[in-house]
């Protein structure tokens, strides 16, 4: 199978890679990090003698993900799966944030995944066979305070990846939609802060790296992995996400003051 993987030079996206390596995927591997992508490149040949493409791209471009798309199907002659993982999070109080955070993150999470995937489906169509899957988040269906735009785009991209997945079921293609809650991926040093800096950089990094409350990337990858594969609708990460979105359902105010 022929995987590309948006944000996959780091984090969740490189441990992903590395797993669908383990088990012979050709890979390519987008990002904006031209020393990133080399370094997630030779890891993954010498690791797994892998077949890799790593391409620079801004997946809020238009004419980058074209770009990307041409080389990729002349790389590889048609795209099997695709892995819409590309993010950026902006922490703090609304009052902090700006119309571009919200624009960037809109432009990260739906725009990105929407560019990628009008230019790859009509490849898997073509094929009868694909797999499509969207990293949304948690945050994509419980709205979490002083992550205001990371929730609003991950909530357009939840609902995007369900249109999706809908409309694409009769040629073959399966959409699958991930929500992970917290994960220990060392995020919180690519985070952008505002606010409060050092509070909010706190409460960020310490909810982000403790076991029970967050959980391990590379068993959130295996997880992902395995949901890929067998075409799963939705996957939802962790005990404490998956009650989040319940208790959400049944006592929004509830869940507000908390």
């Given at each position: ?19 669908f ?130 929730c ?91 009650t ?15």
């Amino acid at each position: 199978r022929l995987v590309v993987i948006s944000g996959g030079s780091r984090g969740l996206g490189l441990l992903m890679a590395r797993k669908f390596a383990a088990r012979g995927a050709r890979l390519v591997l987008l990002a904006r990090d031209d020393r990133e992508l080399d370094r997630a490149r030779r890891l993954l040949e010498e690791e797994h003698r892998a077949d890799v493409l790593a391409i620079r791209c801004d997946v809020r471009r238009r004419a980058d993900v074209h770009a990307a798309a041409t080389q990729i199907l002349q790389h590889g002659g048609g795209v099997d799966i695709l892995v819409n993982n590309a993010g950026v999070i902006q922490v703090g109080p609304l009052e902090h944030m700006q119309h571009d955070d919200f624009e960037n993150a809109m432009a990260t999470h739906y725009w990105g995944p929407l560019n990628l995937m009008l230019e790859l489906i009509p490849s898997m169509r073509r094929r009868g066979f694909g797999r499509i899957v969207n990293i949304a988040s948690i945050g994509g269906g419980v709205a979490v305070p002083h992550l205001a735009p990371y929730c609003a785009s991950k909530f357009a991209l939840a609902g995007l990846s369900d249109a999706m997945r809908c409309e694409l079921a009769a040629d073959g293609i399966r959409v699958t939609t991930v929500s992970p809650g917290l994960m220990r991926t060392g995020s919180p040093i690519n985070a952008e802060v505002k606010g409060q800096h050092e509070a909010e950089y706190a409460w960020f990094s310490i909810a982000d790296a403790v076991p029970g409350f967050s959980i391990a990337a590379e068993r959130a990858a295996d997880q992902i992995l395995s949901a890929c594969a067998y075409g799963d609708p939705e996957l939802t990460i962790t005990l404490m996400a998956r009650t989040a979105v319940l208790l959400n359902a049944l006592a929004p105010d509830a869940m507000a003051r908390v």
